[in-house]
């Protein structure tokens, strides 16, 4: 089996921000394995939180000798894009897409979060207004500025539900104060408002919104640590290892007593794909990352009447 193994640079339509930054274009990494006439293709984003480079991604890819899905020595991005592509290959080989080979639903449209990143509260409150979506994802800052950024989001859209990302800029002090105003909003989910270093300070913490970990919560692994403070996680693929890992973190999850959140990096209608195929076992939907790009690949997902459609299975997973 021969490899190939890039990075791709692809444009956000505007700059996408959160706590620790902002960011034009998605940098991804795109694996192919090809076995004769068939060809099996997976994307990562490596993510800087978790030490990951684009770079270090290539080089564990280039180095994984155990090329099958139970045996994968890389771990994080570098495991993801690999699962995805041995995934895709063996769709490829028998014919049979992956949702069947990996006794998934194939996925119709489905309502997902529309993410708006950091801005002040006016222009993240007239995004709300022109995006007229059912759910949104409200980027915020531990700034002294998110309450009025929720509260004017609300207000431009009274009929949306709301979901709140601090991306662990908040201390103790400021979870305390905003938790119930916020609760008070309406506020659905509530996801990592705490560094993952100090999330312990959530235990016995009144929870007035739901609490999500995303940077806490890694693959299956280390699920069942996070129950005695959060009541959901956000199973990333490119986190947990792929489709095979994220499978695995759904399961130990739903085992711990926690609820589901599906969620994506920015990257295209090649990540997106395998993601959807898990969208009946989640409980909240966050897989937009391709609908923030200027431009996405052939046959990518899109929005049509409120709901995403996910992508062509031509583009990945297709038997």
Not at 233 to 253: E, H, P, Q, S, Y
Request: hydrophobic share 45%; charged share 25%.
């Amino acid at each position: 089996m021969n490899r190939t193994v890039r990075a791709e640079r692809w444009p956000i339509a505007g700059t996408f921000t959160i706590a620790r930054g902002a960011k034009t274009e998605a940098e991804v990494v795109v694996v192919e394995l090809v076995d004769g006439a068939h060809v099996g293709r997976g994307e990562c984003v490596p993510y800087a939180r978790y030490g990951e480079t684009t770079a270090s991604v290539i080089a564990a890819i280039d180095e994984e000798r155990a090329l099958d899905r139970r045996s994968l020595t890389a771990r994080g991005a570098a495991r993801s894009a690999l699962d995805l592509a041995l995934w895709d290959l063996e769709a490829k080989r028998t014919g049979r897409g992956v949702a069947e080979l990996a006794g998934l639903d194939v996925p119709a449209p489905f309502v997902t979060a529309t993410t708006i990143s950091i801005d002040t509260p006016e222009h993240m409150a007239s995004a709300a207004r022109a995006l007229d979506r059912p759910l949104l994802k409200l980027k915020l800052a531990g700034d002294g500025a998110d309450l009025d950024r929720v509260r004017a989001v609300r207000d431009a859209a009274p009929r949306a539900m709301l979901w709140v990302d601090a991306n662990e800029g908040w201390d103790a002090t400021t979870y305390d104060a905003l938790a119930p105003r916020l609760a008070a909003l309406g506020v659905a989910l509530l996801e990592q408002p705490l560094p993952a270093a100090h999330d312990h300070a959530l235990r016995g913490r009144a929870r007035p919104i739901p609490i999500c970990a995303d940077e806490s919560a890694h693959d299956a692994h280390t699920i069942a640590s996070l129950a005695d403070r959060y009541d959901a996680v956000n199973v990333k693929l490119d986190k947990a290892g792929g489709l095979t890992g994220a499978i695995a973190t759904i399961d130990a999850a739903r085992a711990a007593g926690l609820r589901v959140a599906l969620g994506c990096m920015v990257c295209t209608s090649l990540a997106i794909a395998p993601a959807c195929l898990l969208v009946s076992r989640a409980d909240w939907i966050d897989l937009d990352g391709s609908i923030l790009l200027a431009r996405d690949r052939e046959g990518g997902a899109r929005f049509e009447a409120g709901r995403l459609v996910p992508p062509s299975r031509a583009l990945w997973g297709a038997g």
